[in-house]
């Protein structure tokens, strides 16, 4: 049993179908057993439908329902088209993010191209009132030497050696 042959058999009990349908509809089903059981059960439920279906009245007049879900409607359709104000720190990460990650990629370029990259092995020297420091760093084996002098002692053993060399 199809479902067209289903449809065509409660057309047939809702007497929707011509003559000629109808008739051979009837034939089909007299001839069948399943087909006249489903009639049978279809009968039963359009009875049960027709006798016990509830009356239901609504409390407005039918002008003023509709009226109460058209300007609905157009309350929804005003509150969607109205423009929504947006916090200012919603709009400042709106461009902040974007542009914060142009100048990470621009900071990165500059400091992959730069030509002037310090070599791989420095020294550098830095003095205060009474201390002075000589900082070698190796870049290739990692290591940084810090020498720190009493600046009254090198200047006394840089005298010592001046006064050695004019003796000699």
């Known amino acids: 049993m199809n479902n067209e042959l289903e449809l065509k058999i409660q057309s047939w009990l809702d007497g929707e179908l011509s003559a000629a349908e109808a008739k051979q509809v009837a034939a089909q089903v007299t001839a069948d057993t399943a087909l006249s059981g489903l009639a049978t059960e279809l009968r039963q439920t359009k009875s049960a439908l027709v006798g016990n279906e509830m009356d239901l009245k609504v409390p407005e007049t039918r002008e003023f329902y509709w009226s109460k879900i058209a300007r609905q409607i157009e309350h929804e359709e005003r509150k969607s088209a109205a423009p929504v104000s947006v916090p200012f720190m919603v709009q400042f990460r709106k461009f902040f ?25 420095s020294d550098s020297n830095a003095s205060s009132g009474e201390m002075e420091t000589v900082t070698y760093r190796d870049q290739e084996s990692g290591m940084t030497v810090v020498w720190l002098k009493d600046r009254e002692e090198s200047q006394a053993s840089t005298a010592d050696d001046t006064s050695k060399v004019e003796t000699q």
């Not at 993010?97 to 092995?121: C, K, M, R």
């Open 97 to 121: 993010i974007p542009l914060a990650g142009v100048a990470a990629v621009v900071a990165v370029g500059l400091l992959t191209l730069n030509p002037s990259v310090p070599s791989l092995s």
